[in-house]
């Protein structure tokens, strides 16, 4: 299931597979060194048809790629891709055959066989989007649209098919007898019979003149074949939503593109209201009764993926026995007569299993009893649980009655009943209210069910029976419970849907309620759920819902995807009473600007200039300041960015801020799994030796060989034989030495083997002994005379007398030395377990002149008990660091001024690496400047009361820099400002930085993806705040959580306090400024949607490109992409526009290179002009009517909104 990425037991458990899907199949293998494994697939057909164009073949084959050993519990992968080895539809026999390659030779396990069905694969028909404002606006269209015409009092339609035919995978199929329906008078009338091209596209016009339906339904059938299904297509022909009454796009222009004569804002007022969404904040809404947060939050709004996390918590079984009810002797006597019954209601505290009744009492003559379990209703006994006939002998005492079918009870109130064949005397006390119950009931018929009628009498008392159980919580649970609350905040006009989209890891079963009314209600049908007022409080529009999942053999995780309220808004109306300001810098000129609603004057401050805005002027900050003050210390720090991050295991999950130590906004990285090992390996010199030499009873001799990694020593080998003239015992022991310059200390030796002729000898130790990766001798003591092989050269070897009888000495002692590689090697093993891991290096320099480099700091932590090393490089390798942070920086720990670190973290458990605090503090002497001579455009204390509870802020942006300076609220490039309650800027990561300091929550955090923002472009970029709740818009992307741990940092914030000064292009205080144009600044004192915010930004910026053809003598066009290209021909100028509505267009040649930052189109030739909007222009000029010589080409695009490019 690759949605999940978990593996099905067998392949009877995969869902429907298409001849163009795959699957993959897991293996579990081992191979010993030497061997190469792989895994070999082959379908045989057992009930395939032919298809035209395609050949059916005996067997299909694929195979997985070879794995070279060894390899323990190695999970061999294998893709069985049936697109790639062209599998026509129908059942198949499949043998998957595991084998084995061994030099040359191969072993071949037993196939394993299964049967399995290809199916047809299925078609659908998109639409080709070719007009994409009515999308942006939120009304749809499909394969389908229809363009209403008018013209001479005569009316007609075009109905236009215009769309593709892919296959599930989304892949384009060509289709022939393709054919298109329209309904008319509720029927449908069969329009054409069409072909799709290679791509699935296809097009046809069909015009209907005289009348149409307004809701007409169209239908695209084709009649399948033998790889697709049949393909039934309905959709409406024009729009999914009318436009001011109207389904169809007009077009009063006959240029076959939609008229738009209506603002995006007036569209949207037209269908009044607006679709939005609300999510729980996150911890604030969530109410665990069992579970936990893994942390960073994900976003609930859109099934994206970004997920949020539940851990399961682990609830330890209990066992044992237990009992319920009263266990005294009662002192007032209840006497009922047969065919009666009575019980009192006792509460049982957790679940069990009743195995006895035990009851004090007695039956007159003796007789029989039956016993009884009923369950309560409000106070009464109702339903029989269980029961059985016991005999009870006329002896006033306790009689224990043992169940022969134990019965299961819950928690909860229980009545415990007793009847009996005669007269039944049972003893109790005084109890609660109404505790005793009892009634008439034949006896003969066994207890009734329900305990009534007749309805029963009561009495306050417990009567002197109990019960004993079983305790059922006897196995270990892992469990998450876990209740979310939330509400929303907004005015509402319809509270529509619930959404929600989840799934656990492992095998832990799920159930998601909803509270409706009084109760939790089991949802089984999925999302989305229909919000009926029974599901939410209509005062508070406050929803709650609960997951509750469990698994009894393993922890687990919940992933919640998607869980939102969908609701929809009045749209209020934009006006100067919601617009509060609203500069668009248009004066070209002057030390001042106005904004427009209040006439507010903004004084420019420092060197800011004007230059050219997205319409008309903009104002243009240059980022320094004058004049610098040389000589001044100060002490900066610089921390390394995203993209300095390279990790080598693990998964990066958040950039936060590393500059404070403050357990806030952390960088985090999350553990990669890697399966644990083993294999065997060998050290010492395993070949036969081409000499030898030999030594007499009781020596011994070895030689030194380098163990290169940890292992477990089971063995070793020599190749040796007996010596002339050999004595018995004919044996010899193995040793294993330390080293220290010589063999040392006695490590371990082996049990006594027998020699004989020339030939490899296995001592075995007793036991496997463990070694570290080192040096160690290798050595034979011998109890005869032998000749032992190897090399008399590069070796280093020792030997000496010692007493075969007594065993190897536990020092080595004084030997003889020699240059010997004895023929011995010993056999280890080797084994690491399943780990997860982080391995992440980070090198990065400052971005600054730099007098001295004087500290590294740093602060980490993990959520388990993971094993951290944290190093720093100097002098050419990794320093593990000891002693904490901070680091002194002497010169042998960076280059220049760069530094380099690892983090390398080890545990048995999946875990987090949340790192606050990673800078390097050094020193600048080269000086400042004073922030009075930076560029800002200053306005004064303003906006106090639009800047409140809630508000909008909307702003056009050209940055060419970001710096790294900061304010003191830790904002870089800040670009508004309001002292002392907000600032907003950029980071040098590109996203967007906020800092707003309410009555309630001060904080500073960033949104957008690294590199939102980028340099030297205009971009859009709104910031709303209602009250708790701020999202953002960058470009076209709306961001609704934080980049940190909190994704709604000012939850319950309330008002903004009041500020100072309001400042564009910097603040004020320590100093941090923005670089590049500004444009277009807007304040609102409402939240406004979505959509009205789109609006006010206006469509994006129209586009041009632009090229030169010539001809290619074979009657087409081909581009001049070289410079100085000599011809003598027509020249076609070509402009092509996206992205916006062409209002004019002009093309121009120019006989030197024009400048395009400030244009001058006086200097340019004016050769043609358009007032028409279309996605091309083409205009064709004889070369010979220009003079010769170097030309340029220039088009100045103007769109509806003004813009010029």
């Known amino acids: 299931d690759l949605k999940s990425l978990e593996f099905y037991p067998s392949i009877e458990d995969v869902e429907t597979l298409s001849f163009i899907g795959m699957y993959i199949t897991k293996s579990p293998i081992s191979t010993l060194l030497g061997e190469s494994a792989t895994m070999q697939v082959r379908f045989v057909p057992e009930n395939v048809s032919h298809v035209e164009g395609r050949y059916l073949k005996s067997y299909y084959d694929t195979s997985s790629n070879y794995k070279r050993g060894p390899l323990s519990n190695y999970d061999l992968i294998t893709d069985v891709p049936l697109d790639k080895l062209g599998i026509l539809p129908g059942s198949y026999k499949v043998y998957e055959t595991y084998s084995v390659l061994t030099g040359f030779s191969y072993r071949h396990a037993s196939p394993e066989v299964y049967d399995i069905t290809i199916e047809k694969d299925t078609l659908k028909s998109l639409s080709n989007e070719r007009f994409p404002e009515p999308l942006e606006m939120g009304y749809e269209y499909g394969s389908v649209y229809t363009f209403e015409y008018q013209k001479n009092n005569k009316k007609w339609w075009n109905v236009i098919y215009d769309g593709k035919i892919v296959d599930s995978l989304n892949i384009g199929v060509q289709l022939t007898n393709l054919t298109l329906y329209l309904e008319s008078r509720n029927k449908f009338i069969e329009v054409a019979k069409i072909d799709t091209d290679k791509e699935g596209f296809f097009y046809y016009n069909h015009s209907v003149f005289q009348s149409i339906d307004q809701n007409a339904l169209v239908k695209i059938f084709w009649e399948g074949n033998g790889l697709y299904e049949p393909l039934e297509h309905y959709e409406y022909g024009g729009l999914e939503r009318p436009i001011d009454g109207k389904r169809f796009f007009r077009d009063k222009d006959f240029n076959k593109i939609p008229d738009w004569p209506y603002s995006l804002y007036g569209l949207i007022k037209m269908a009044g209201i607006e679709d939005r969404h609300a999510m729980p904040f996150q911890p604030n809404n969530f109410s665990f009764s069992k579970g936990s947060f893994k942390v960073p939050y994900?976003?609930?709004?859109?099934?994206?993926?970004?997920?949020?996390?539940?851990?399961?918590?682990?609830?330890?079984?209990?066992?044992?026995?237990?009992?319920?009810?009263?266990?005294?002797?009662?002192?007032?006597?209840?006497?009922?007569?047969?065919?009666?019954?009575?019980?009192?209601?006792?509460?049982?505290?957790?679940?069990?299993l009743i195995t006895k009744v035990t009851i004090w009492g007695k039956l007159r003559k003796g007789g029989n009893i039956r016993i009884g379990?009923?369950?309560?209703?409000?106070?009464?006994?109702?339903?029989?649980?269980?029961?059985?006939?016991?005999?009870?002998?006329?002896?006033?005492?306790?009689?224990?009655?043992?169940?022969?079918?134990?019965?299961?009870?819950?928690?909860?109130?229980?009545?415990?009943?007793?009847?009996?064949?005669?007269?039944?005397?049972?003893?109790?006390?005084?109890?609660?209210?109404?505790?005793?119950?009892?009634?008439?009931?034949?006896?003969?018929?066994?207890?009734?069910?329900?305990?009534?009628?007749?309805?029963?009498?009561?009495?306050?008392?417990?009567?002197?029976?109990?019960?004993?159980?079983?305790?059922t919580g006897g196995s270990n649970s892992n469990d998450v419970d876990v209740e979310i609350e939330w509400s929303v905040i907004d005015t509402v006009n319809t509270m529509d849907s619930?959404?929600?989209?989840?799934?656990?890891?492992?095998?832990?079963?799920?159930?998601?309620?909803?509270?409706?009314?009084?109760?939790?209600?089991?949802?089984?049908?999925?999302?989305?759920?229909?919000?009926?007022?029974?599901?939410?409080?209509?005062?508070?529009?406050?929803?709650?819902?609960?997951?509750?999942?469990?698994?009894?053999?393993?922890?687990?995780?919940?992933?919640?995807?998607?869980?939102?309220?969908?609701?929809?808004?009045?749209?209020?109306?934009?006006?100067?009473?919601?617009?509060?300001?609203?500069?668009?810098?248009?004066?070209?000129?002057?030390?001042?600007?106005?904004?427009?609603?209040?006439?507010?004057?903004?004084?420019?401050?420092?060197?800011?200039?004007?230059?050219?805005?997205?319409?008309?002027?903009?104002?243009?900050?240059?980022?320094?300041?004058?004049?610098?003050?040389p000589g001044v210390n100060e002490t900066r720090n610089d921390v390394p960015l995203e993209s300095e991050f390279l990790t080598s295991n693990g998964t990066f999950n958040n950039y936060g801020s590393l500059e404070f130590d403050d357990d806030i906004n952390n960088t985090i990285l999350t553990s990669e799994f890697s399966p644990g090992a083993s294999w065997q390996g060998s050290f010492g010199y395993n070949q036969i030796g081409s000499n030898s030499v030999s030594f007499g009873k009781d020596n011994k001799f070895g030689t030194k060989f380098t163990l290169t990694e940890?292992?477990?020593?089971?063995?070793?080998?020599?190749?040796?034989?007996l010596g002339g003239g050999a004595k018995i015992p004919k044996e010899a022991v193995g040793a294993i030495y330390s080293d220290n310059s010589g063999p040392d200390q006695l490590l371990a030796y082996t049990?006594?083997?027998?020699?004989?002729?020339?030939?490899?000898?296995?001592?075995?130790?007793?036991?496997?002994?463990?070694?570290?990766?080192?040096?160690?001798?290798?050595?034979?003591?011998?109890?005869?005379?032998?000749?032992?092989?190897?090399?008399?050269?590069?070796?280093?070897?020792?030997?000496?007398?010692?007493?075969?009888?007594?065993g190897p000495t536990s020092t080595f002692g004084a030997s003889t030395s020699g240059t010997w590689k004895y023929s011995i090697y010993a056999n280890y093993d080797w084994s690491s377990p399943d780990s997860y891991d982080i391995i992440a290096e980070i090198e990065w320099s400052v971005n600054d002149v730099v007098a001295s480099m004087e500290y590294l700091l740093w602060d980490y932590l993990t959520n388990t008990s993971a094993t951290v090393d944290f190093s720093v490089w100097k002098n050419g390798a990794y320093e593990l660091q000891t002693e904490g942070s901070?680091?002194?920086?002497?010169?042998?720990?960076?280059?220049?001024?760069?530094?380099?670190?690892?983090?390398?973290?080890?545990?048995?458990?999946?875990?987090?690496?949340?790192?606050?605090?990673?800078?390097?503090?050094?020193?600048?002497?080269?000086?400042?400047?004073?922030?009075?001579?930076?560029?800002?455009?200053?306005?004064?204390?303003?906006?106090?009361?639009?800047?409140?509870?809630?508000?909008?802020?909307?702003?056009?942006?050209?940055?060419?820099?970001?710096?790294?300076?900061?304010?003191?609220?830790?904002?870089?490039?800040?670009?508004?400002?309001?002292?002392?309650?907000l600032e907003i800027g950029i980071t040098d990561s590109g996203r967007l930085q906020i800092y707003l300091n309410t009555i309630n929550v001060e904080a500073n955090a960033t949104y957008g993806n690294f590199g939102a923002i980028s340099l030297n472009s205009w971009q859009f970029l709104a910031i709303r705040y209602n009250n708790s709740n701020v999202d953002v818009m960058i470009h076209d992307t709306?961001?609704?959580?934080?980049?940190?741990?909190?994704?709604?940092?000012?939850?319950?914030?309330?008002?903004?306090?009041?500020?100072?000064?309001?400042?564009?292009?910097?603040?004020?205080?320590?100093?941090?400024?923005?670089?590049?144009?500004?444009?277009?600044?807007?304040?609102?004192?409402?939240?406004?949607?979505?959509?009205?915010?789109?609006?006010?930004?206006?469509m994006p910026i129209l586009s041009l490109s632009t090229r030169v053809l010539i001809e290619d003598g074979v009657g087409g066009w081909t581009p001049i992409t070289d410079n100085e290209v000599i011809f003598d021909s027509y020249i076609n100028f070509e402009a092509n526009a996206s992205d916006n509505v062409v209002s004019s267009l002009a093309f121009y040649l120019s006989d030197s290179e024009p400048d395009i930052i400030n244009p001058e189109p006086n200097n340019w030739s004016l050769i043609t002009s358009y007032t028409d909007n279309r996605p091309n222009y083409n205009f064709l000029k004889d070369s010979w009517s220009l003079p010769d010589g170097t030309w340029y080409f220039i088009a100045k695009g103007v769109d509806v909104y003004n813009n010029i490019v």
């Open 1038 to 1098: 709306w961001y609704y959580n934080a980049t940190g741990l909190i994704v709604e940092p000012w939850s319950g914030g309330g008002e903004l306090v009041n500020g100072g000064s309001f400042t564009t292009g910097a603040e004020t205080t320590t100093f941090s400024c923005f670089t590049g144009s500004i444009d277009q600044l807007s304040v609102f004192n409402k939240s406004l949607g979505n959509l009205e915010i789109e609006d006010h930004k206006g």
């Open 751 to 806: 049990t006594a083997t027998t020699i004989g002729a020339d030939a490899w000898y296995t001592f075995i130790f007793s036991s496997a002994y463990n070694l570290q990766a080192g040096d160690y001798w290798l050595v034979i003591l011998t109890g005869t005379k032998v000749d032992v092989f190897g090399e008399n050269t590069g070796g280093s070897s020792e030997s000496n007398s010692d007493s075969y009888s007594d």
């Open 298 to 352: 994900g976003d609930l709004e859109f099934y994206d993926f970004n997920e949020t996390l539940i851990d399961s918590e682990f609830t330890q079984g209990v066992s044992g026995q237990g009992t319920f009810g009263y266990e005294s002797v009662g002192g007032t006597r209840f006497r009922i007569n047969a065919n009666n019954k009575q019980g009192s209601k006792f509460t049982l505290t957790e679940n069990g």
């Open 886 to 981: 901070p680091l002194q920086l002497t010169s042998d720990y960076y280059n220049g001024v760069t530094v380099k670190v690892k983090f390398e973290c080890n545990s048995s458990n999946s875990f987090t690496l949340d790192i606050d605090q990673l800078r390097i503090d050094y020193n600048n002497t080269v000086g400042y400047s004073d922030y009075m001579y930076y560029d800002y455009l200053q306005w004064g204390d303003i906006l106090d009361d639009t800047l409140s509870s809630e508000f909008v802020i909307t702003i056009w942006i050209f940055p060419t820099a970001f710096n790294s300076n900061k304010s003191a609220n830790d904002v870089q490039n800040v670009f508004i400002s309001k002292d002392g309650s």
């Open 373 to 471: 379990i009923y369950s309560d209703n409000n106070g009464a006994p109702d339903i029989l649980k269980g029961s059985e006939e016991f005999i009870m002998p006329d002896l006033m005492q306790w009689h224990e009655y043992t169940l022969t079918t134990p019965i299961s009870l819950t928690a909860g109130d229980w009545w415990l009943v007793a009847s009996g064949d005669d007269r039944l005397e049972m003893y109790g006390d005084t109890g609660s209210t109404d505790q005793r119950a009892y009634n008439s009931d034949t006896y003969s018929d066994g207890l009734a069910d329900p305990f009534d009628p007749p309805l029963p009498s009561y009495s306050g008392h417990r009567l002197s029976i109990f019960a004993t159980y079983n305790k």
């Open 498 to 629: 619930l959404r929600w989209i989840y799934s656990t890891s492992g095998t832990a079963t799920s159930e998601f309620y909803v509270w409706k009314d009084t109760y939790y209600e089991l949802q089984t049908g999925g999302a989305p759920l229909n919000l009926t007022t029974d599901y939410y409080d209509e005062t508070t529009n406050t929803i709650k819902v609960k997951f509750v999942c469990n698994d009894s053999s393993s922890s687990f995780i919940l992933y919640i995807d998607q869980l939102r309220v969908d609701y929809t808004v009045l749209i209020p109306t934009i006006s100067n009473d919601t617009l509060d300001f609203y500069a668009l810098f248009d004066e070209d000129s002057g030390l001042s600007t106005f904004e427009k609603i209040h006439q507010l004057e903004g004084t420019l401050q420092g060197n800011t200039t004007w230059t050219t805005g997205l319409n008309n002027s903009a104002l243009l900050f240059d980022g320094s300041g004058q004049p610098l003050i």
């Open 710 to 721: 940890d292992g477990s020593v089971s063995n070793l080998l020599a190749y040796m034989g």
